[in-house]
């Protein structure tokens, strides 16, 4: 399997808990546990009571059918909970909506030298959790992949790859490197990036016109690349010039390019969570770009419109 990470870096079984066992964190945490490694999944006690009694079970076209046995809790204690063992690393895979609260079942002083490692969305999440859990303690993440809970404990994953990008500026880079190193062998192709801004921008420069579009007309990615393509354009260059003036990478080509490349009826998170009636990740995304533009001096008047509409509508 691919690799970029370095060759020799240690592959010991690593103790690693997961906040928020869902689409991503249950079918990571599977994968990771199938691999050897020690996995604590925190989440609400008929979850946690669930997890315990029948692990996780996955449904992959690429990694098969199989059933992984995890610890569970409702949150980490200053023993890291029942592993009886030094954590590693926590990953963070709740949504925005839902971190607060979430991040009460890790406290501070439950993690040791572990790294909190977020799979969020936006590009706001590192400052918060660094101001609580330390400076190099936390290390971003980016996941590329489609992958449901259909249940507690069950987990469908329907994308022919998983890909993650981890950085983490203040992080030494061993640490990235064997957290890399034990995803890959688990099945996700990882990659320790130079630059954590960057490796943000790049997401949400592909994500946030996606997700405000398909959310405001509630069409899927085909509809709106055809019936709205101006509109669309016009968002992906005024995210693509925040993302410049932030210190990402400018692509407003590439992104229309991958956009016509995914299936017509491929559908944002956020458009699902607006059609199932649950909270919308819109400050952490929509919010978070009109923030950015304001700071850096940028006109968004396409993004600030359909912010707009979408938080009337949310009301």
Not at 59 to 68: K, L, Q
């Amino acid at each position: 399997m691919q690799t970029d990470t370095p060759a020799g870096v240690r592959q010991d079984p690593l103790t690693i808990a997961v906040l928020g066992p869902g689409g991503v964190g249950g079918l990571l945490a599977a994968l990771l546990s199938r691999a050897g490694h020690r996995v604590l999944c925190l989440a609400g006690e008929d979850t946690a009571r669930t997890l315990r009694e029948g692990g996780i079970r996955v449904r992959s076209g690429r990694f098969g059918e199989f059933t992984a046995p995890v610890d569970a809790s409702t949150g980490l204690t200053e023993t890291s909970g029942p592993l009886d063992a030094v954590l590693d690393a926590v990953l963070v895979t709740v949504k925005h909506t839902h971190l607060d609260a979430a991040l009460e079942r890790v406290p501070a002083k439950a993690l040791g030298d572990a790294l909190v490692v977020p799979f969020l969305n936006g590009v706001e999440h590192p400052a918060a959790l660094r101001a609580r859990y330390g400076a190099d303690r936390v290390a971003p993440a980016v996941i590329r992949v489609e992958s449901t809970r259909t249940a507690p404990g069950v987990i469908e994953h329907t994308s022919p790859f998983v890909e993650i990008d981890v950085a983490g500026d203040p992080v030494p880079r061993e640490r990235l490197d064997a957290l890399a190193a034990a995803f890959t062998a688990a099945g996700p192709v990882t990659r320790v990036l130079p630059d954590e801004t960057a490796a943000l921008w790049a997401k949400m420069s592909f994500l946030a016109p996606f997700a405000l579009l398909t959310t405001r007309y509630g069409l899927p990615l085909g509809e709106v690349r055809t019936r709205h393509r101006d509109e669309l354009a016009a968002l992906v260059e005024e995210t693509a010039a925040v993302s410049l003036a932030s210190g990402g990478p400018s692509g407003a080509a590439e992104a229309l390019a991958r956009y016509d490349a995914f299936a017509p009826a491929t559908k944002s998170s956020m458009q699902r969570d607006a059609e199932a009636g649950r909270p919308l990740e819109l400050d952490a995304i929509g919010g978070a770009l009109l923030r950015a533009a304001e700071r850096h001096g940028v006109a968004v008047p396409v993004a600030t419109r359909v912010v707009r509409e979408l938080t009337a509508g949310a009301r």
